[in-house]
């Protein structure tokens, strides 16, 4: 199973709401990743986990909140989003992050919409 | 200057042609390389992955490291309308902050 798997594929919400973004995967991999990617663009990486723990943030605003329950599980936490940023949210796992082999796995992602 | 160059396209080519695509990049740290390629609203799927110099080849697709002049390539034999996509460039350092670095993306489409 090389599949990560996110919900939900679609999400339009306001500026004022709260939702969350949900990443799994069973490859036994122990970095997980947040990249946002806006349309033509590459992806922006915005956080990492490496077992479990935050290892990388980018500058991200609080507005944007990880979690990583557990190995498996990546959740990316959302409130008082602005309309700019509006984009394809993805997520990515690799084996781990202290190799030097870092083929990332990418889920197909949450487009969301913010109004 | 970006540290990873790529053509945006895009390229158009009929179906059956041979596709080179190429990334320049700046960081001699640079050590590891990888070809994704990503269909519209879907996440990159990774191709091709690759450590130094020379070339590595799986079924139609060959991907060419040349670290001296800092220069990638993927090249796809006998090109299908299913491989237009955006394919992506990516290369990771062997020291310090080892998080990908992206180009920016040649958007591919091959004619019917």
């Known amino acids: 199973d090389t599949e990560v798997t996110q919900t939900p594929k679609h999400l339009v919400m306001g500026m004022t709401n709260k939702k969350s973004l949900k990443c799994e995967q069973h490859m036994g991999h122990r970095a997980m990743y947040w990249y946002k990617q806006k349309a033509k663009k590459p992806p922006e990486l915005m956080f990492v986990?490496?077992?479990?723990?935050?290892?990388i943030n980018e500058s991200v605003p609080s507005r944007f909140s990880p979690e990583c329950p557990n190995s498996s599980l990546l959740n990316l936490h959302l409130h008082a989003l602005q309309p700019e940023d509006s984009a394809l949210y993805l997520c990515?796992?690799?084996?781990?992050?202290?190799?030097?082999?870092?083929?990332?796995?990418f889920g197909s992602g949450t487009q969301l919409s913010v109004l | 200057q970006k540290e990873v160059e790529q053509d945006p396209g895009p390229l158009s080519v009929p179906e059956g042609a041979i596709v080179s695509l190429n990334c320049t990049y700046s960081?001699?740290?640079?050590?590891?390389f990888m070809w994704y390629r990503q269909y519209s609203r879907k996440g990159p799927e990774l191709l091709m992955y690759?450590?130094?110099?020379g070339n590595k080849e799986d079924g139609r697709f060959t991907a060419q490291v040349d670290k001296s002049s800092k220069y990638i390539s993927l090249f796809i034999r006998d090109s299908q309308p299913s491989d237009s996509a955006t394919y992506l460039c990516a290369m990771s350092a062997k020291t310090g902050r080892r998080a990908l670095t992206f180009g920016s993306g040649t958007r591919l489409q091959v004619q019917p």
């Open positions: 986990y490496s077992y479990e723990k935050l290892s």
């Open positions: 960081n001699s740290a640079f050590q590891y």
């Open positions: 690759t450590y130094s110099s």
């Open positions: 990515a796992s690799s084996q781990d992050t202290g190799t030097l082999d870092e083929k990332l796995f």
